[in-house]
Structure formats: C-alpha cells, structure tokens
C-alpha cells in the first residue's frame, strides 16, 4: 500500500525533526535539510511533507508561544512514536538492503 | 494576533546568535512577491508560512547576499503558488471520497439496524408514508394550479381582465389595432356546442371555441401540428378552417399529423382542419375540442359595438405593467365613443377592467382552497415528525447501551449524529416510495371528481416535478424528525446513557418523557385543529346539499337533444318536430311524463335578459336581467315544482294563442311585491318584442347556486316559440329504469324519431346539482381525509406513551398486584395517562382552532366558524381516539403477571 512506504522527502523531513529537536519548526527544518543533503528544497514541499506525516499520524505538531523573547506564534513539529517506529523498520530495511554491497559501493568510487 | 510582517529580530537572535540591535534596518522580500504570497495563502496558517519565508530571507541575505535572497523568494512563492493550491484540492478531493465511501457504510449499517427492529421501521416508514403521500396529493393539485407557469412562452406577460368584462368583436378589433401596451390581444368565445358529423357514425356534440387570429398569437401556443390561424381566416369570405385538440385527432383521425387537411363538419358546415392543438392547451375552456376562428369583418365594425361575448388574452409589451393596459383600455373606450355617435354607450365606456396576469386570473377561484389545504398538510406533517421523533425517542432508549458502548470503544458522538440522521433518511425514503404510491393512486382517484374551476385538472398526477416537490418535503421531515432524538443523542455523557439503559426510571428517562409527552400533545392539538376545520366544511357541506333548488332533482335524469342541423323547419315546423319528439320519448319511458326545455336551472347554461316587467320600471336602459327558461308543459309536474297561483302551461298555448309566462315566487318578492303579478304583462327588451302575461306564480327556483339569495326567474311557454324557436333540447325524465338505462332509452328514442341529432350530457339530475358545489365538496372530503390521519396519527402517539408507560412499570405492577391491586385501578391509572395526555392537547388545540376556522369563514356556508357543534364534538371525537389508543397498553397492564415479572428480576 503506497500509503505504508515512507517517501524520500518523508524520510529525510523525520530524521531532521529529530535532529532539531524541540526547535523543529518549518524554517530550521528546511534549513536543516539543505544543510544536511546539500540539495535545494522549498518551503511549500516541506510543508506539504510535514502536513501529510501528520495525517498519516507519523508527526503531531502544536502551535507554540515563541516564549519570553517573544515573536511569533510557530508550529512545532515532533515525531510521534509510530513515526518513530515507521523510521526504524525502514533503517532495517535499508541495512537488509545494503548488507553486503559495501564493496560494490567502494568499487563504483 | 500579531501579523506576519512583524519583524523579527528576535527570532534571529534566538536561532544565530547575530544581535539585531543598533543595526539598519533589515531588508525586506520583494514587496510585490511578499503580497502575492499573502493572496495565494490564506487564514493563521497562511501567516504562519508567509512568516517562516520572511525568517528564512532574512538568513539567506545574510549568507548569500540580497539578491541571491530575493531570487530565491522569488522561486519559494512561485513554488507556493503551485504546490498548496494543488494540496488543497487532493485534500479536498479525499475527504469527499472518504465521506462517499462513509456514507455508503452509514447507510448500510441504518438499513442492518432497522432490518433488525422491523416493527419500528415499519411503522416510521408507514408514518412517513401516510405524511408524504397526503403533501404529495395537495402539492400535485398546487403545483397544476397554483406553481406550474403556463405553458406558453413568456407566460409572465399574458394578462387578461379579471373582473369577468365580455368584448364585442369591434372592441378586440380596435384592441388589436390600437394598443400599444398589449403586443398581441384576442378574444374568445366559450364553449358552443356544435353538431359533429360522423361519416358513418351517429352524430355527437363537440364543444366549440371561437377565437380571433390574435388569440392564438398573443398565447404563443405552438401547434402539436400544422399551424395556427392565419389573419385572412379571420376575414368574412375565407374558407372554412379549424384547429383540433389532440385528443380528437388521435381519436378520429389516428394522430394529429393526420388530421391535417382533413375535414370536420360542424352544425352541417365543413372546416379544413389546419392545425392541432397540445393537450395542455385548455383555453378559453378545457372542454374544448375545436377551435375555430371568429370571422371580423373591418368594413362592419360600427354594426356590432354592443355587448360582447368574448374573453380577452393579451401579451403585455415588453416593459409594460397590467395598469397601462387599463389605461389604455380606458382612454380607447373614450375615444370609440366619440366616434361612433349612432351607438351611444355609457360615459367611462370600457374605464374599470382590472387587468391582471392570466395565470392568476385561472387559479383564482381554487388558490385560497389550495393554500388552506396545502396548511393542512403542513400540520399533517408536522404531526409525521413528530411520531416519528417520538418512536425514534423511545427506540433510543432500546438501543441507549448500544450506544454507550459505541461512544466508550471511540465513536465520535458526531458520527451517532450523523448516523441516527441517516437512519431517518432511509426512513422518510421507504416513505417517499410508500407516500408517491398513495399520492398516485389518491390523484387517480381525485382526477374525475375535480372541479371544473381547477386550472389543469385532467393533466394532475404524478411527474417529475411533483416527486421532486416530494422528495424535498420528505428530506425536509426526516431533518425535523431526526432533530430532536439526533440533539438528545448529542448532549448526553455516556454514563448516563448507560444509566437510562440500565435503569429506565432514572432522570434521562424523565427528560425524554417530558419531551414525548410534548410532543405527543402537539399531535392532538394539531389534530383537533384538522379535526374541527374538516367538521366545519363537512357541515357547510352538508347545509349546501340540504338547502332546496325549489325543484325536486332526486330520481330524475337529464339529457341533451341537438335537433339535425341544416334545413331551418320554421317555427312551426320546430314546434310539431318538439311535439313528436315529446311523443315518442314519453313512450320510451312507458308512458311517463317527459319534460322538453330551453335550458336547465343548474344545466350549465342560462338565458337572461333585459326584461321589461309591467309596474316595474319603463326606463328602458334600467330594465332589469332576468333569468328565463323555456319549458313544455309538463315541465312543472315532471320538476315536481309546486304552482302557487293561477296556472301552469297547457296544450292550449301554443303558437298563436296569447303569449303566457309562469313566474317563481322570488320574482314576485323582487317585483311585484304587491301579489299581483297574475295578469301583469312581460317584454323581452328590443323594439316591437310582443306582450306575455303572467298566467301563474310558482316557488321559487334556484339557478346555477344553493347559496346566497333565490334570483328570480320566468318560464315561458316552449311551444309558442318566443323569442325565437330552439335548435335544442334539455330532456327531463323520471328515472324509471334507473338512471343509465332511463338515459339510454331516451337516448334511443329520440334517435329513432330523427337520425341525425346529436346526444350529450345525459346525467342524472343529481349530478348537475352536484356540480355546482363540487369544489366545497372535494375541499371538505380532502380536508376530513387529513384530518381522519392526523388524528390517527395522534392516537398511535398516545399509545406509544400508554405502552412505554406500562412497560417501564411493569415491575411496579407486578408488584402491586401481588399484593392484591384491583385491576380496574390499575386500568384506571393507566387510563388517566391516556387523559393527561389528552387533555392539554386538545385544550391547545380548540384554542388554535378558532383563528384557524376563521381563515375558512369565506367557504362556509349557513354554519359559522364557531359552530359549537363542531366545537364540542372535536374534542369528544380526540378524547375517544385517545382512549381507545389506551385501552389496549391498559389491558396489558393488568395481565402483568407478578410471578413471571419476580423471576425476571
């Protein structure tokens, strides 16, 4: 079921929340993950992204109160245990995946 | 809430580390960009973004610079602008794929639950049933008379004149040529009969209109085939040309393309059939069978100014309102009248016509019955709702753990909502199909008893429109119905839910109980509402059936004679071909006597004129219209019409002897009040009319109407053949056969004395009166109908709260009984609730039935809108049903038996 596969964008937008941590809102996370992949994204892809995780239930967000410095209010995104879970079984799968090919890696460089 | 464009030093500083204080001001996104990026998104969210991009231009500015930074906003909104609208419509489109697929599940689940209480669906649905099928009846009479627009184009700018004005040919043609608010206008005249000839065949009478070229025009009216009248055929000298209905066509020639050119022969003259009319064309009368034109010659116009026959159809301008039409009309009488000094018509000739809309001048006898009976199906309705919600109330109360249990294992209360809404759907749709199955055989039935005053009656049934209408009055009482149970099932914790189920005694139970009861009460207000309005029309009815025409119409039959066309035989000729006639059907009837007439009273048609009445007045523009009838001389003896002076007609009058007139005891009190009529003489009111004398007064009869005042009449001697011989005969003949057999050998006889007449309107005397009150009589029978199921409706209520009363104390009465209760107290408990219940209701009810009677104190007749009769007796009538509706949860209740009801605690 496509809905069941977790999407590259996906994958990558989960494992940068979890990186930032309790500043994971939309900025820092676009941020983030051109930091990380070194590729471009925009702002409306990862919102959609997060949006759609959040349906799926694999990510909650909340609005937030900036706090004492004050500023906007900001949607904080969290990975909820599911996604957690989600991000685990897709890391096995990938290691499955790779086991034994390391050569085939340092070869092709 | 703060706004997007606030700026954001602080945000800055808390992710960097950078200070924004004492620095210039930071620089902005693109203004353009940053405004169209506020129009593409939308709502907190939309800020919440536009924010974020302004967070990140900020930090890009400072790493790559300001125009790098603008580039890529650019690029950000332009991906926004794509992306989110197309998010938006994926969602969008889920969530109604969702909901399809949601309420496919919903409905199928209501259809497993309701499979599973068959008593209540059924029930509910019957309920429904009975609602819809009664709206549907009334709709469908409304939706003919009172909603349809005409069937012709612009039907909005037709008008006619409403307060019943005749016109003379002159006057429709100097309409048609002068007018200029009216684009086209024409005239009618009425159902003539006419001879039809059949090759072949016996000949039959048709009823005939005669219309102006501009009739038809100024209608629109687009033929089913073949065309209409064109201008010439209106001209003396043109052939012989007619339109057909569709039904004639089809019955005599096969199809309407058929009877084009084909010929039809009308009082022994030939018409060229050129067009056929549709079937919803029903002007100037639904009668009419065929149309033909009325010959206007323009050289002839000062001849024929006088009175008119003919009604007026005209198409208003574009622009143009009703009143400049009477305007118009108005100025044009003045005008006509200065220049045509040999006629001299009265100051303000033609001044007064109220012009108004066709189509409300149509409904206008029968939209006052429609709306008081389209209430009385409002309240039927309401009383539907209310049944329903209380079975849906008590059906709650079965299925409360089951609900609680949903609620408890995570269904949204939401969702209960919208599934109970959806079990009412399905409900009040097993009723559409049950009420549309009612309405269409109702309609079937109702068809043939609807008065001629109904625009549309033949074309009344079940179509589209009306299972529409339907449809949107089910949908509209499932949501009231479903309201109520839907808002309790919504406000109530689970605990509690589970209480009532548990214990039903407990204080949910007491809530819905007030609420049953409420509900219940307003069923037999609205009730006794119904009840006393169909008591009042039922006993005006009965006053309008009892009042006396003054002649006896009971055991009698009627039938019309058209003598052959053609060969005029001459006064003479016509008085010895009636005298034959009167022979050979008197035999027909073994010798009873048979009376011949010029007209009938209540036959459809009169004679009146102007009629100069000696002592009365000699001013001949004031002479009063007297209604007259022409009759042979066993008319009064056959009429069994009692004679109060002097004599009736023998067979001494007869052509040639003095001219005699027998006058009715209501033109006596309106004349000759004196009471001395006998010997008095009377004119018809042209030049040179020959004196009648009146030979004998007998009692008075009625016309056309059982209300209001007698109006005054004459007969004259049919025999002398004043003022001019007849080309019919009304034949009325004791039933002696019984009254089809009576008629058809009449019939016969009269075919057997001459071929070539033509029969029609053979009824039993009874039915012509019946005509004239057919519309109170359809209007009170509908009326008891909605009556009798509200009424019914409101005892099934009574019993439900009866029942549910005795169930939930069946412990208690076990109990009691064990101890040795009588069970006449017990009934007598139970009886009381039955009163309880009765008693608000009921006193809620004669409190509204009083203005309600008065909106029906127009159609009353000799009974007044608080008749205490009926007023009494409703109450009576309700009492007994609610009693009855207990009797049987009161017997149960005191065959509880205490024994089983102990076990089974």
Request: charged share 20%; glycine share 12%; with cysteine.
């Amino acid at each position: 079921m496509s809905r069941d596969t977790l999407g590259e964008l996906e994958h990558q937008a989960m494992l940068a929340l979890l990186r930032l941590g309790e500043n994971a809102y939309t900025a820092p996370i676009v941020e983030e993950l051109e930091d990380r992949t070194g590729r471009g994204t925009t702002v409306a892809a990862v919102y959609i992204v997060l949006r759609r995780l959040e349906e799926k239930g694999l990510v909650r967000s909340e609005m937030r109160d900036p706090g004492p410095g004050g500023g906007r209010d900001r949607r904080h995104f969290f990975v909820t245990d599911e996604g957690i879970e989600r991000l685990r079984a897709a890391r096995t799968a990938y290691a499955n995946l790779w086991d034994g090919l390391e050569g085939v890696l340092e070869g092709g460089r | 809430m703060r706004s997007a464009g606030d700026r954001l030093p602080r945000d800055d500083a808390g992710t960097r580390g950078g200070g924004g204080a004492g620095r210039p001001d930071p620089p902005e996104p693109p203004a353009a960009w940053r405004w169209a990026l506020r129009r593409i998104l939308s709502g907190s969210e939309g800020e919440y973004l536009v924010g974020e991009l302004d967070l990140l231009f900020r930090r890009r500015v400072r790493r790559q610079g300001e125009a790098a930074a603008r580039r890529w906003y650019r690029r950000e909104v332009r991906a926004c602008a794509v992306r989110l609208p197309l998010e938006r419509t994926r969602r969008g489109l889920d969530t109604i794929r969702e909901g399809g697929m949601g309420l496919g599940r919903s409905i199928r689940q209501a259809t497993r639950r309701l499979a599973r209480t068959p008593g209540f669906a059924l029930v509910a649905a019957t309920t429904f049933a009975i609602g819809i099928g009664a709206t549907t009846v009334i709709l469908g009479l409304a939706d003919q008379a009172l909603l349809r627009p005409l069937p012709y184009p612009e039907a909005e700018r037709l008008v006619t004149v409403a307060n019943g004005w005749s016109f003379s040919r002159a006057n429709l043609e100097a309409f048609e040529e002068r007018m200029t608010s009216l684009t086209a206008v024409g005239g009618a005249r009425d159902a003539m009969g006419m001879t039809l000839e059949s090759a072949g065949g016996e000949p039959s009478r048709v009823v005939v209109a005669e219309v102006t070229v501009g009739y038809l025009k100024a209608l629109a009216v687009e033929p089913l085939a073949g065309r209409r009248f064109i201008d010439d055929e209106g001209r003396p000298g043109a052939g012989a040309v007619a339109m057909v209905a569709a039904g004639f066509a089809r019955e005599r020639f096969g199809s309407p393309a058929a009877a084009l050119g084909r010929e039809v022969t009308l009082d022994a003259r030939n018409y060229t059939v050129v067009g056929v009319l549709p079937v919803s064309f029903d002007l100037p009368s639904e009668a009419n069978q065929i149309w033909v034109p009325v010959e206007m010659d323009p050289d002839d116009a000062g001849t024929h100014w006088g009175s008119g026959a003919y009604s007026l159809v005209g198409r208003l301008a574009p622009g143009a309102e009703p009143a400049a039409v009477a305007r118009e009309m108005a100025e044009l009488g003045e005008s006509l009248r200065r220049a045509n000094p040999l006629w001299t018509p009265g100051e303000g000739y033609l001044a007064g016509a109220e012009i108004a809309p066709l189509a409300e001048v149509r409904s206008r006898y029968v939209r006052t019955p429609i709306l008081i009976l389209l209430g009385a199906v409002a309240l039927l309705l309401l009383v539907v709702c209310a049944n329903v919600a209380n079975l849906l109330l008590s059906q709650g109360v079965a299925r409360s753990r089951d609900h609680a249990v949903r609620i408890a294992l995570g269904a949204g209360r939401s969702r209960m909502v919208v599934d109970q809404m959806i079990e009412v759907m399905v409900l009040a749709l097993l009723g559409v199909g049950g009420g549309l199955a009612l309405a269409w055989a109702g309609l079937e039935f109702l068809r043939p008893h609807l008065p001629a005053e109904l625009p549309g009656r033949s074309l009344v049934g079940v179509d589209l429109r009306v299972l529409g209408l339907s449809a949107g009055v089910a949908t509209l009482a499932a949501l009231v119905a479903g309201a109520l149970p839907a808002l309790r099932l919504a406000g109530r914790a689970p605990g509690s839910l589970i209480a009532s189920g548990g214990d039903r005694t407990r204080s949910g139970g007491r809530s819905r109980r007030r609420t049953t009861r409420l509900l219940v009460s307003g069923q037999l207000a609205a009730a006794v509402v119904l009840v006393v309005s169909a008591g009042l029309l039922g006993r005006s009815l009965v006053a309008l059936r009892g009042v006396d025409p003054g002649f006896e119409a009971e055991e009698r039959v009627t039938l019309r004679i058209d003598l052959a066309p053609g060969a005029d035989p001459g006064a003479e000729g016509r008085a010895l071909e009636l005298a034959g006639l009167a022979a050979e059907l008197r035999a027909a009837v073994g010798g009873a006597p048979v009376a011949l007439a010029s007209t009938l009273p209540f036959g459809g048609e009169v004679e009146a004129m102007a009629t100069f009445i000696e002592g009365v007045t000699p001013d001949p523009n004031s002479l009063p219209v007297v209604a007259h009838h022409r009759v042979d001389p066993a008319w009064f003896e056959v009429m069994g019409i009692d004679l109060l002076q002097g004599r009736g007609f023998d067979a001494g009058d007869r052509i040639g002897s003095e001219l005699v007139v027998v006058v009715d005891e209501a033109f006596v009190d309106r004349f000759l009040p004196e009471g001395d009529a006998l010997g008095r003489i009377v004119r018809y009111p042209w030049r040179g009319a020959p004196d009648m004398r009146i030979v004998g007064v007998v009692e008075a009869v009625r016309e056309g109407s059982l209300e209001g005042e007698t109006e005054p009449t004459f007969f004259a001697a049919l025999p002398q053949m004043q003022p001019w011989h007849p080309d019919h005969v009304f034949v009325v003949a004791p039933s002696v056969f019984g009254d089809a057999a009576t008629t058809a050998a009449l019939g016969r006889a009269a075919r057997s004395f001459d071929d070539r007449v033509a029969l029609s309107r053979e009824l039993p005397y009874p039915a012509l009166l019946g005509t004239s009150y057919a519309s109170a009589r359809i209007v009170a029978i509908l009326m008891a109908l909605v009556a009798a199921a509200t009424l019914i409706l409101g005892a099934v209520g009574v019993y439900g709260v009866a029942s549910f009363w005795v169930r939930e104390r069946v412990r208690d009465i076990g109990v009691r009984i064990a101890l040795g209760a009588e069970p006449a107290k017990i009934r007598r408990q139970v009886f009381r609730q039955g009163i309880m219940l009765a008693l608000p209701g009921g006193l809620l009810g004669l409190a509204l039935a009083i203005p309600a009677a008065r909106v029906l104190d127009g159609f009353l007749f000799s009974v007044s809108a608080l008749d205490p009769l009926t007023l009494v007796a409703a109450p009576v009538l309700l009492s007994a049903a609610a009693m009855a509706a207990v009797y049987l949860p009161a017997r149960r209740a005191t065959r509880v038996d205490p024994v089983e009801v102990l076990k089974g605690e």
